[in-house]
């Protein structure tokens, strides 16, 4: 399931609401990207996450059917919000769901890598005086 | 055609987007052509390979034909995650 | 921090508990491992999960300790279960907290891969008419 | 000294804890054949090196001088995470 919202999320409740629907599932991984206080020694206020909804859900479905080809996935869940985002709010969410631990760890590895490298998401960050957009260094 | 802009690109051609009916850009080098010379600013992000092409929500790099109810985007490298 | 608990848990106040503590914190891995409703073709009712405490906590301790001198963490989360614990239970929960995802995700990877190889934690899973002792595999 | 027994291990000796107090027994390996003598259902176990052994919460592989106040487990291979 695909996410792309500006309301904050209980990782615990979107956890569980997919959970509870297979009982064969023993492995999640997860990841939790949030927004720091400093980046390239500047004191960030802030971030602007601008987002190309209709590509955005276009390509993560891409890439989690990419994933399902490659690992035994019993299911997968991205939330990816946008907007204005404060110091410490969370960014993103990705988060598989496998019988066994290795399938749910690489697999949510790599749908991190492709989502920073694939999914049209743009960084505006503010700092005390001025502002600036991101480019993902990989 | 619709032509959306993003992020700081959107800033250089000073709206999020455009239609743009011409049945001569008909392809998408067609298209680079006309938004440089509509934006002379983007030239040299066109020309660094700064500039990324979405076609109906899929990133193009060679040239292709365009029709008149696709969705073309342009935008700079992505920042998300 | 290192919790051996009966009780459930809930990952996202866990997680919100520690990553209120560092404005740095760009990048959180979790792991969560349940108890599954099959094991090796027999159709599990629940596991007994035996613990010896001391040795699990000062176990524990040196994988964080070996963790924290590999990867640049800020923090660590682990929370394991004992007892009886049915299907579709939390048994174990690890969380890294760094400033960026490799180091998040490569130690949380690592402090699983030892948890199962050196923690001392013994599960006995119950089927319809008999019960098993496991033995992690690798 | 103090003997900790878990998991399988502890149905075959059929207490989890027992204290150990002679002077002879006064290293590990020591230990490991007052153990198999007391059970000998232990023996095979300890042939096919499946018996882990904890000195104060530790591993200990080769033969170590115990004291009078340490605690010994001895248990399975591992199954937690």
Known sequence: ?138 | MKIKYFAWIKEITSHEEEQIDSNEINNLDKLKIFIISKYPDLKKHLDQEILRFAVNQDYVVENIDLNKDDEIAVFPPVSGG
Chains 1, 3 share one sequence.
């Open chain 1, 1 to 138: 399931m695909i996410k792309i919202q500006k309301e904050d999320f209980n990782s615990e409740e979107e956890i569980n609401n997919i959970k509870k629907l297979y009982s064969n599932v023993g492995a999640i991984t997860s990841f939790i990207g949030y927004v720091r206080d400093k980046n390239n020694n500047n004191k960030v206020q802030s971030i602007n996450l601008e987002v190309y909804k209709d590509m955005a859900y276009k390509q993560l479905e891409k890439i989690i059917t990419k994933a399902r080809s490659k690992w035994n996935l019993i299911d997968c869940l991205i939330i990816h919000r946008y907007g204005k985002l404060n110091i410490n709010s969370k960014i993103v969410f990705v988060t598989c769901f496998s019988e066994h631990r290795n399938d749910s760890f690489e697999s949510c590895n790599f749908i991190m890598d492709y989502l920073k490298k694939d999914a049209p998401f743009w960084k505006n960050e503010f700092y005390d005086k001025k502002n600036e957009w991101l480019i993902n260094s990989n």
